[in-house]
């Protein structure tokens, strides 16, 4: 530990939370919660760990109460919170990729745009974002709060349309319900309090966890391939693999084969792995990676 400092930092709780854990022991470090205990121990000196819901995170980081935490763009803006957005991380409770927050409304409904809701009732979570979005559009609409079900208020008839988060769109299909406008792509974003990004110490920290955070993100999406091949068969080996770099290429002792490595994308080794065997490639073995800086 730097001189006893210790740095806090913000783990969202909820739907994040077992993903933001994951992610954290894969460039990491381990972090170990205990039944209703907002304060989960974490294999490193110089941080301690609070678990907050995401939508109060930038809150409690933009008044120091938090150095640093995790939490969507969504909520930063809902709560139009002074942080200093540190990088995005693209992961979430389902998949790699952002998540969207739609205008969404009864299949039957005969609204196809955001204006055609003027005078109408809208329910969300995302209040405040929700309005300024109407307001600037200047359609004169009634935002109420969602407290959850959202989905089913307009299949009760209770609104005439929700905005709602989503990754794939599934659940609100699933309702009959249909999309009319896309009002926000999100994501994760690491952010810092401004004090503490002012602060040599802590910002090198931020910096360094963000460095691998990042890493860990990037080898979700990449596996290590190494194989062995005959003199003759490596320039149709290497003709065949896409790579960060140039592959790593070793003499096997007292032999003419050699050992290639490289690392490529996963979707990729599905269609490699044969072709390459086809062109002389044995031995081929495929391994995944926790962090690519």
């Not at 995401?54 to 008044?63: H, I, N, P």
């Not at 952002?98 to 745009?113: H, I, S």
């Not at 709602?164 to 792509?185: D, F, M, P």
């Not at 910002?203 to 091949?229: C, F, H, P, S, Y």
Request: proline share 4%; net charge negative.
């Amino acid at each position: 530990m730097a001189d006893g400092k210790q740095m806090r930092i913000g783990i969202p709780k909820g739907s994040l939370e077992e993903a933001t854990v994951k992610l954290f022991a894969k460039a990491g470090w381990k972090v170990t919660s205990h039944h209703r205990n907002y304060f989960p121990e974490i294999n490193d000196p110089e941080l301690t760990c609070s678990l907050c819901r995401a939508q109060e995170m930038a809150r409690y980081v933009e008044s120091g109460l938090l150095d640093a935490g995790l939490t969507g763009k969504d909520w930063i803006l809902e709560n139009q919170s002074d942080v200093v957005v540190v990088d995005d991380l693209i992961y979430s409770k389902a998949s790699n990729r952002p998540a969207k927050w739609v205008l969404a409304v009864a299949g039957d409904a005969p609204y196809r745009r955001p204006e055609d809701l003027a005078g109408k009732k809208i329910a969300t979570e995302f209040v405040g974002f929700t309005r300024r979005y109407f307001q600037d559009a200047g359609i004169p609409v009634e935002v109420e709060y969602s407290w959850g079900a959202t989905e089913a208020k307009v299949v009760e008839g209770l609104v005439d349309a929700i905005v709602e988060i989503t990754e794939t769109g599934t659940t609100i299909k699933a309702h009959g319900l249909r999309i009319i406008a896309e009002l926000l792509q999100t994501n994760t974003q690491l952010i810092a309090n401004k004090d503490a990004w002012s602060d040599p110490w802590k910002r090198a920290k931020i910096e360094n966890m963000n460095t691998l955070l990042q890493g860990a993100l990037r080898a979700d999406k990449l596996v290590a391939l190494k194989m062995n091949a005959p003199s003759e068969a490596v320039d149709k080996v290497m003709a065949l693999l896409p790579s960060m770099n140039s592959p790593t290429v070793a003499h096997l002792h007292n032999s003419d084969w050699l050992s290639i490595e490289t690392v490529v994308e996963t979707c990729q080794v599905r269609d490699l792995i044969p072709r390459l065997q086809s062109v002389g490639a044995q031995a081929i073995i495929e391994y995944s990676l926790n962090k690519v800086i």
